[in-house]
């Protein structure tokens, strides 16, 4: 796979935790580029876009960084992404109603 890259756009106090994933794959002359987006901690959803060169993948790719870039998105590593997950389980946990908190217990687990 050729140019990988994973985007991040997360905002607790709007409950925003989006991902945004781009990868070109190259089949013989031509190219793949797989988009992946979604909530993080979720598979999210994928979409696979055909170009007849690699340089027209490589085209579409820039515009779609460009087009995250403007509504937020930034670059995540590896360690940026964990974060942002981590970050998310506290979120969550912290918004459970007390209902939802006292069920395990109830239900003996």
Known sequence: MRGGLVLVSV??????????????????????????????????????????????????????LALRARRGYVVADERALARARRALGAYRAAHRAPAQLAFPAAAGF
Do not use: C, K
């Open 11 to 64: 905002d607790p106090s709007s409950n925003r935790w989006r991902f945004f994933a781009l990868a070109i794959e190259p089949q013989g002359s031509a190219a793949r580029l797989v988009v992946r987006w979604g909530r993080l901690g979720t598979d999210g959803r994928r979409d696979e876009h055909h170009f007849a060169s690699m340089a027209d993948a490589e085209a579409e790719r820039a515009r779609l």
